[in-house]
C-alpha cells in the first residue's frame, strides 16, 4: 500500500500546497466553527428554546422566510425568461445583458441597499410614483423583497443559462414535426431538462436571501414584529453582548439553510436518475 | 404558428427582460451618481476629501490587500492539492473550503466575537500578549478573508480538474522541480481563472458589509471600512456624503463587470486554442 501511494504521486510539492491548505482552513474556518460547537455546548437547552422561541423571534422567522420565498419566486421566474432570451435570441446588447446580471455580485450590498431605499422612499424616483396611489415601498415587506430580487438576481440566470445551451434542437424539432406547438414543445421538452438546474438557482437564492444582511438593513425599517429579518436579530443581541441568544438564533439560521441545502441535493440526485433510466 | 408570431413573443420576451433589468439593475447606479453630484461638484469632491472618509478607504484597500494576498496563496496551494492528488478526507476539505459561502455574514461575524471575544478561552492570552482582534482592525481583516475564503481556488479548481495531471506527471518525470512544474505548466493555464477569481475576491472583499460589522465595533476613522462609513453617513442624513463614498464603489463594480467580460472572453479563447 506505502509503495503504491509512493507510485501514484510522481507529481511533487504535495506536503507544502496540503500544509498551507490545512493551516489556513484551520485557522479561517475549522477553530472559528469549533467555537461556536464548543459555545453551543455550554448552552442550556431550556434557555436556547426559550430564546427561539420568543414571539419577537418567530415573526422574524415569517419575515425572512416569507420575503426569501416570494424575492426567489420571482427570480425563478425572470430568471428562466432571461436565461431563455440571452441563450436563444440575437439583438442588439445582448453581451452587456449578459454582463450586467452579474451586477448584484460586483456591488457591494450596502450601496445596493442605500440607493435602493432612497428611491423608494415616499419622496424617491419610484417611492414617489407608488405613494401617489398610497402603496409604500421601503420600510414594508415590498421594499425587503425588492431588496432580496435585486440581489439574487444571478442565481436562477446563472444555473439555468449552461444546461439551456446544451440542450440538443433536435428533440425540439422532433417535438414541432410531431405536431406540439410552441407552448407544449416548452412545456414537455425542454422543461423537464432545465428543471433540476431551475431548483438548484432557487434554493441557492433563495439560501443567499435567508442570511442577506447588508442590502436589507437600511430598507427595512427594522419595525419588531413586522420587519424585522432574522440576521437582524441576530445583529441586535450580538450589539447588547447577549452572545448566548444571538448563539442561539443563529444556530436555526445555519439548521435551516443546512435544510434547504439538503433538500435541494436530494431533489439534483432524483432528478439526474430520472435523466440516466430515460438514456 | 408563423414567423411573425416568434418574432412577437421574441420581442415581447427581450423587452420583459430589459424593463427588469433597467428598473432593478441600472436606475440604482444611477440613482447613486445622480444623489452623490446633486449638490455640485463641490459638494462631491468634499464628501470624499472628509478625512474620515480617506481613512475608511485607506482601511478598505488594507484589508483588501490583506484578504485578496492570503487568499491567492492559499487558492492556490489548495486547488494544487485538490486537484492534483488523492487523499482521504478531500470531499470534507472541499466542503469546509466552500462553507463560507452558505453562512449567513451575520453568522460568519458571530463566529469570530466567538472565538477572540471575552467568553473565549483565548481571550486571557491574547490580553496577555497585547492583541485585540474584536472591535480592531485585525477582526475586519479576518471577517473580509473569511467571507472570501473560497473565492480564488473556486475558480482555478475546474480549469485544473479539466485539464488532467498528464502535463505535470511529464514534467515532473523529466525531472522539474515542484516551483518549475508550477510556473512553465501548470500556471500558463490557470492565468484567466487566477486573474478571475483575483477580481471577484477584491470586489468581495471591498464592499463586505453584515460580517466587518459585527467585528469592527464601528470606531470612525479607526475600524470603519467604506461600507461601514456609508451607513454611518447615511444614518445620519448625509445623504451627498453616503452616496459620494458609494459611487467609488459602483465605480469598483462596473470595472469589475468591465474586466469579468475581458477574462470570460480570453480564457475562452485560449482553451479553444488548446484543442
Not at chain 1, 416569507?66 to 441563450?87: E, F, K, P, Q, R
Not at chain 1, 440542450?167 to 414535426?177: F, G, K, L, R, S
Not at chain 2, 420581442?11 to 427588469?20: D, E, G, K
Request: with cysteine; hydrophobic share 55%; charged share 15%.
Amino acid at each position: 500500500m506505502a509503495i503504491k501511494r509512493k507510485k501514484t504521486r510522481v507529481i511533487p510539492g504535495f506536503g507544502l500546497s496540503f500544509g498551507i491548505t490545512i493551516a489556513m482552513l484551520s485557522l479561517i474556518v475549522i477553530i472559528p466553527l469549533c467555537s461556536l460547537v464548543v459555545f453551543t455546548a455550554q448552552l442550556s437547552f431550556k434557555e436556547f428554546w426559550e430564546t427561539v422561541s420568543r414571539p419577537r423571534v418567530l415573526s422574524s422567522y415569517w419575515v425572512s422566510f416569507s420575503t426569501a420565498l416570494v424575492a426567489s419566486l420571482i427570480n425563478a421566474v425572470m430568471g428562466l425568461i432571461l436565461a431563455w432570451v440571452l441563450v436563444r435570441y440575437d439583438f442588439p446588447g445582448k453581451r452587456f445583458m449578459d454582463g450586467l446580471i452579474e451586477l448584484p455580485f460586483a456591488l457591494p450590498t450596502a450601496v445596493a441597499g442605500i440607493s435602493l431605499t432612497h428611491m423608494t422612499v415616499s419622496t424617491g424616483w419610484v417611492g414617489g410614483f407608488f405613494a401617489k396611489f398610497g402603496i409604500p415601498i421601503a420600510y414594508t415587506k415590498a421594499g425587503i423583497t425588492i431588496a432580496l430580487v435585486f440581489i439574487g438576481i444571478p442565481f436562477v440566470v446563472r444555473s439555468v443559462q449552461p444546461v439551456l445551451e446544451k440542450i440538443d434542437y433536435q428533440y425540439e424539432e422532433a417535438a414541432q414535426i410531431l405536431g406540439f406547438s410552441h407552448a407544449r414543445t416548452f412545456w414537455k421538452v425542454i422543461f423537464p431538462e432545465i428543471f433540476p438546474a431551475l431548483i438548484s438557482g432557487f434554493t441557492l437564492a433563495f439560501a443567499r436571501c435567508l442570511g442577506e444582511y447588508g442590502s436589507v438593513v437600511f430598507i427595512a425599517g427594522n419595525t419588531p414584529y413586522e420587519t424585522e429579518i432574522t440576521p437582524l436579530l441576530i445583529m441586535s443581541e450580538l450589539q447588547e453582548y447577549d452572545y448566548a441568544s444571538a448563539t442561539s438564533i443563529a444556530l436555526i439560521m445555519l439548521f435551516a439553510a443546512f435544510v434547504i441545502l439538503f433538500i435541494n441535493a436530494v431533489l439534483q440526485s432524483r432528478a439526474s436518475k430520472k435523466i440516466g433510466k430515460i438514456a | 404558428m408563423g414567423r411573425k408570431n416568434d418574432g412577437v413573443l421574441k420581442w415581447t420576451l427581450i423587452a420583459i427582460c430589459a424593463i427588469f433589468l433597467f428598473i432593478m439593475l441600472i436606475l440604482p447606479l444611477i440613482y447613486i451618481v445622480a444623489t452623490a453630484l446633486r449638490e455640485g461638484f463641490g459638494a462631491y469632491a468634499a464628501a470624499l476629501s472628509d478625512e474620515y472618509a480617506r481613512k475608511a478607504v485607506g482601511l478598505t484597500i488594507k484589508a483588501t490587500l490583506w484578504a485578496v494576498g492570503l487568499n491567492t496563496v492559499f487558492g492556490i496551494c489548495a486547488a494544487w492539492c485538490i486537484t492534483k492528488f488523492n487523499f482521504k478526507g478531500k470531499k470534507i476539505i472541499s466542503t469546509l473550503i466552500d462553507l463560507p459561502l452558505t453562512v449567513s455574514p451575520i453568522i460568519a461575524g458571530l463566529i469570530f466575537v466567538l472565538t477572540f471575544g471575552r467568553q473565549s478561552f483565548l481571550y486571557d492570552y491574547l490580553k496577555a500578549a497585547g492583541i485585540s482582534i474584536i472591535f480592531a482592525v485585525p477582526g475586519v481583516i479576518l471577517a473580509t478573508i473569511f467571507v472570501t475564503f473560497p473565492y480564488i481556488s473556486r475558480e482555478i479548481i475546474p480549469v485544473l480538474n479539466a485539464q488532467g495531471t498528464d502535463e505535470e506527471e511529464a514534467a515532473a518525470l523529466m525531472g522539474a522541480k515542484t516551483f518549475t512544474i508550477f510556473r512553465k505548466v501548470t500556471f500558463p493555464h490557470i492565468k484567466w481563472a487566477l486573474l478571475y477569481g483575483v477580481v471577484l475576491c477584491t470586489a468581495r472583499a471591498m464592499g463586505e458589509f453584515g460580517a466587518v460589522s459585527v467585528l469592527s465595533g464601528h470606531l470612525r476613522g479607526k475600524t470603519n471600512t467604506m461600507p461601514l462609513y456609508i451607513e454611518l453617513l447615511y444614518q445620519g442624513y448625509d445623504f451627498t456624503g453616503a452616496f459620494a463614498v458609494s459611487s467609488l464603489l459602483v465605480i469598483m463594480a462596473v470595472i469589475v463587470l468591465a474586466l469579468r467580460s475581458i477574462l470570460e472572453y480570453k480564457g475562452k479563447k485560449e482553451s479553444e486554442q488548446d484543442r
